[in-house]
Each structure stands twice: as structure tokens, then as C-alpha cells.
């Protein structure tokens, strides 16, 4: 069976599986932000089409500058890429043929850009159903490769690092010339978070990468940036394809940038909804990873592998996303995206449902 490598597009999946889509159904594959776009882009929407007959600004000076006031972080220490997809493939061509080591289970994509550009690729496995990141366990490994990539929160636990264990696996690969790429694509689902880019000035081996499409919900535009010291943004932005930034993509992230209180409103939402569906699944004894953002892996522990769980929900017209391309999970998991109130509460019924007969 050839599963597809991503959520969302259930369209595949159901082919995959044998079944034909449901005219309606409701997606928990893609983890994005379930209150939609701001509402300001729909405003300005007609502004954007004025602006589609000329160039966009190749240096995305207004944007980035945006990102300084709001990180405190230098212009040259900012490259914006088209979403984060971009960024991390061209970390993986900046590290063409080198030593990778990827910490499991994590977003596939860090281990497809890698093996395009042959770099040989090491892995560090983390177990279920705490997912702990140790420093002492990972030592030895830092010691051979020439760069690691650390997703935080992790894409598909939910689960976010301990700073400290962070900032000391960062330390410890400066000793070893190892690149950290840290990347951060759901840092702002967080309602705890401190930020890493401080330690940008301090690190010329840690790289953040960031992702506007998730908060935003904007994946149909493209959007993230990346943030390291100046000499890495110019060797990564030497690596990048003109014209990769549409102007309705620059124009879309000025505006998501100052919408402060969206972000507020967002990340109290999930919070809420989550602690409301955790207690259903304690309730009816479904494990669940301690996720602090806006997906969680869920599994029946009365089944070993969740094939007849996944099929049971596609059949009730719910996605999941699958795991059997994260190592470490082979399928033992599904992965859900926090959505609305009533997409919750659907999924929660037809969960119902199911334990009521298993």
C-alpha cells in the first residue's frame, strides 16, 4: 500500500484505502489553525490583486522588518522562504552529502530533503509513550554528525522539550561543529513559550525555522522564515531560487504579523478544546501524548496496531492522519488536529461509538 507522505488532501488517502471520499467529511489530518484565516486578509483581499502585475521585493525588506520589531532579531539575521517546506530544503542543500542525525518520530520531510541531497542520515529514537528527549542518551551521536534537526514542539507528538535539554543539546553540538536546526513551526500554538532567537547572537551553529501557514492557516499561500546569523542567511539565500516569495504571500504575513490578539484568542481556544477532549479520552481509556499544541497523537490501547480504528473513522467520514511513515510509530498511533467545537465533538461521538462496541 503506498500511503501518502503528508495530511491533508484526504482525496489520496481514501484512494489509497479503496474507498471513495464522503461528500462531506471533516479533516483531523492537518494541523492547522481551526479559526481560519484573520479576518483582515479577507478585507484586504482586492488590495492584493493590485499588486499582482509587478514584482515582488526579491529582499522582503518590509516583512523582515516586521519579524525585527516583533523578535528583536537583526534583518540580516532573517531569510524568508516560501513556508517552511522551502527552508528546510534549503538547509538540506546547504548540508549537501554531510552527516545528519533526525531524532524520531518527526515531520518526514526533514529526512526526504536530506536524502535528495545525499546526505547520510542517522537517527535517534525516542519511546513511546513519553517521547523524552535525553541529552545523555544522544551524546555519543553528536560527537559524528555535522548537523541535527530538532522539531519543537515536535510534529507528531505535540510534545514540547524541556528549554534547559534544549539548550544544552544546542551547547554540546558547538563543541562538536554541529549545526542545530531547531524548527519551530508550532512555537505559537504555545501558551508557555520562550523564545530561542535570543540565542541566535550567541550560537552560530543554531538555526530557527519558522512557519507562518499554520497559525495563519494560510498553507495554500506558502509562507515561513528562518532565522541564524548573518553569514548563514547569505549562504542559504544563495541556495534560493529567485522570485520564491509571491507578493501576495509578503503582503499576507505584514498583516497576519500584527494581529497580536488573534494569536491570544487562538492559542486559548485550543487550550480549551483540549483539555476537553483529554478528559474524554482518559474517560474512555484511549491513550493520548502529552501534546501542548494543536495536535496529538491518540491510540485504543486494546489494539496494537490501529489499521481498524483508521478505517473505522474514514468510514465515519473523520481523517486521521496515519503514522506509518514516522519511524518509531509504524502505524501504533494516529495523528489528530484540534479543530472546532463541533468537529470535536463529532469526532468525540463517533469515538463514542466505537468503544461502546470494542
Given at each position: ?6 495530511g491533508s488532501n484526504p482525496q489520496y488517502l481514501y ?244 494581529n497580536e490578539s488573534f494569536i491570544k484568542l487562538t ?92
Amino acid at each position: 500500500m503506498i500511503w501518502p507522505s503528508h495530511g491533508s488532501n484526504p482525496q489520496y488517502l481514501y484512494e489509497a484505502m479503496g474507498l471513495s471520499l464522503p461528500k462531506h467529511y471533516n479533516d483531523f489530518s492537518a494541523n492547522i489553525n481551526p479559526l481560519g484565516p484573520p479576518p483582515i486578509l479577507k478585507e484586504k483581499w482586492m488590495e492584493f490583486y493590485q499588486e499582482i502585475f509587478v514584482y515582488p521585493d526579491p529582499y522582503a525588506i518590509q516583512l523582515k522588518k516586521r519579524i525585527e520589531n516583533l523578535e528583536q532579531v537583526p534583518v540580516e539575521s532573517i531569510l524568508i522562504g516560501n513556508g517552511g517546506a522551502e527552508l528546510i530544503t534549503l538547509v538540506a542543500r546547504m548540508l549537501a552529502g554531510k552527516r545528519v542525525l533526525l531524532v524520531q518520530p518527526t515531520f518526514s520531510e526533514y529526512e526526504k530533503a536530506c536524502q535528495a541531497n545525499k546526505c547520510e542520515v542517522l537517527y535517534h529514537q525516542l519511546c513511546e509513550p513519553h517521547f523524552e528527549l535525553n541529552l545523555d542518551e544522544l551524546r555519543a551521536k553528536l560527537a559524528h554528525v555535522d548537523a541535527m534537526f530538532l522539531c519543537n514542539p515536535n510534529n507528531p507528538t505535540g510534545i514540547q522539550y524541556p528549554r534547559s535539554t534544549i539548550l544544552s543539546i544546542i551547547e554540546e553540538c558547538k563543541m562538536h561543529n554541529c549545526l542545530v536546526i531547531l524548527d519551530e513551526a508550532f512555537f505559537d500554538f504555545l501558551i508557555e513559550y520562550d523564545s530561542f532567537i535570543p540565542y541566535i547572537s550567541k550560537f552560530s551553529n543554531l538555526i530557527i525555522i519558522r512557519s507562518l501557514t499554520k497559525m495563519f492557516a494560510i498553507p495554500g499561500i506558502r509562507l515561513g522564515y528562518l532565522v541564524a546569523q548573518p553569514d548563514t542567511i547569505l549562504m542559504l539565500s544563495q541556495l534560493q531560487s529567485h522570485w520564491s516569495i509571491n507578493t501576495i504571500a509578503l503582503r499576507a504575513g505584514e498583516l497576519c504579523l500584527e494581529n497580536e490578539s488573534f494569536i491570544k484568542l487562538t492559542q486559548e481556544y485550543i487550550n480549551n478544546e483540549r483539555k476537553r477532549i483529554f478528559e474524554f479520552f482518559k474517560k474512555n481509556e484511549f491513550g493520548v501524548s502529552s501534546s501542548n499544541v494543536n495536535f496529538y497523537l491518540l491510540r485504543d490501547p486494546f489494539l496494537n496496531d490501529q489499521f481498524k480504528l483508521f478505517e473505522f473513522l474514514l468510514h465515519k467520514a473523520i481523517v486521521p492522519r496515519h503514522t506509518f511513515n514516522f519511524p518509531g510509530l509504524e502505524g501504533r498511533w494516529l495523528r489528530f488536529a484540534i479543530k472546532g467545537c463541533e468537529e470535536n465533538n463529532h469526532l468525540m461521538e463517533v469515538l463514542a461509538e466505537w468503544r461502546h462496541h470494542h
